[in-house]
């Protein structure tokens, strides 16, 4: 039976990191609702965003957009977004290891590079030969710091110059998308070249519409802008969905000691009881051995 | 007529208005009551929006204008 004092002092360590654990799990809620918040006020402006583009698209056939145009691949850049900090779970570890399938797979042949938004993607690719951030500053990992829109989208346009001027052939996105505060779902999302919109019902709102210059030169405004709200809402998302992971770790660790906790004082109780015992036995022995 | 400035972070503006002036790309547009459907692209300036006798202004770096059956959405960046 272990000691009294050793089972005390782990039960004292177990406690405090379970204080830890716990506070940790209710700051990643209140981040989560901050997250959440300000996906659903960006909802409104993609989805206005969306509409306009596929009513002034669909009355335009056969746009050759510089953003639209399909090239053989031979240069990928793959956007990895991961968190910043640990202690989520397997958040981070899946976007890594989802990448280097695909590299390995997918891309099999091309020329890959990463670039990383988030530390933790960072971190894991900065030493290796796809690592790149030529043309996104310094630190383009430390968007996370302050998430913006007008951060997010200096970078949105940044790799939307460098695929225009040929240096890609193809951008993919590859993040944990947010679905609830327990699931995030593993998202390899195609960035450029843009795909044609899908045909929503087309002529569902034949409105005529006044086009201002003209429906070309309204498109081009348009494919930008809907490239920086895809590029946001991937960080968004994966924003909400790192503390939802980091939520359910925590709770997952608060539960796990809560458990380590009454067994430790199980093994408490047992030892102090076992110790109280023999020491009646001792005097009981010592007693009779008076009388005799 | 019913006014939306909505930008990525958040709705700038909502409310009943008389006039908007926008800063269209290809020159200033103003937007009275009834005005017919509209998709135009904006350019930097500012949107002035009359709200009974009160003037709102808005400073935009770009963004699009959408007018349909008097109701006028703005996406600004």
């Known amino acids: 039976m272990a000691n009294l004092k050793e089972i005390r002092s782990r039960i004292t360590s177990v406690n405090s990191t379970m204080q830890i654990t716990s506070a940790m799990k209710m700051v990643s809620a209140a981040k989560l609702k901050r997250a959440q918040d300000t996906i659903t006020r960006m909802r ?119 695929f225009s001027s040929g240096k890609w052939d193809k951008v993919v996105l590859v993040y944990n998308r947010f679905k609830n505060a327990a699931v995030q779902q593993m998202m390899h999302e195609q960035f450029l070249p843009v795909l044609p919109p899908v045909n929503q019902e087309a002529g569902s709102s034949k409105t005529d519409y006044i086009f201002e210059p003209d429906k070309e030169q309204i498109l081009e405004n348009l494919i930008p802008g809907s490239l920086k709200i895809q590029l946001f809402k991937a960080l968004l998302d994966s924003n909400a969905a790192e503390h939802g992971a980091r939520m359910t770790a925590m709770h997952k660790a608060t539960d796990n000691a809560h458990d380590l906790v009454k067994e430790l004082k199980l093994n408490y109780n047992k030892a102090r009881q076992a110790s109280i015992t023999g020491e009646i036995l001792e005097i009981v022995a010592g007693a009779e051995a008076l009388k005799g | 007529m019913r006014v939306e400035i909505i930008t990525p972070e958040k709705t700038l503006f909502e409310g009943e208005a008389s006039f908007v002036y926008l800063p269209g790309s290809d020159g200033s547009l103003g937007v009275l009551n009834n005005h017919a459907p509209l998709i135009s692209s904006l350019k930097k300036g500012a949107i002035r929006v009359k709200e009974g006798s009160v003037e709102h202004t808005f400073q935009v770096k770009g963004g699009t204008v959408e007018v349909l059956s008097n109701k006028v959405i703005i996406l600004a960046e």
């Open chain 1, 44 to 162: 409104p402006y993609a989805d206005k965003l969306q509409e306009i583009l596929s009513n002034v698209s669909s009355s335009l056939s056969g746009n050759e957009n510089k953003f639209s145009r399909q090239r053989e691949v031979k240069n990928v850049l793959i956007v990895a977004i991961t968190s910043n900090r640990g202690l989520c779970g397997g958040f981070n570890n899946n976007v890594i290891k989802e990448i280097r399938y695909s590299i390995r797979e997918q891309y099999a042949g091309t020329d890959v590079k990463v670039v990383s938004l988030g530390k933790k993607a960072f971190d894991f690719f900065k030493r290796s030969s796809y690592h790149t951030n030529t043309g996104f500053g310094d630190t383009p990992y430390s968007i996370f710091d302050n998430l913006t829109f007008d951060n997010s989208s200096a970078i949105a346009k940044e790799i939307m110059e460098q």
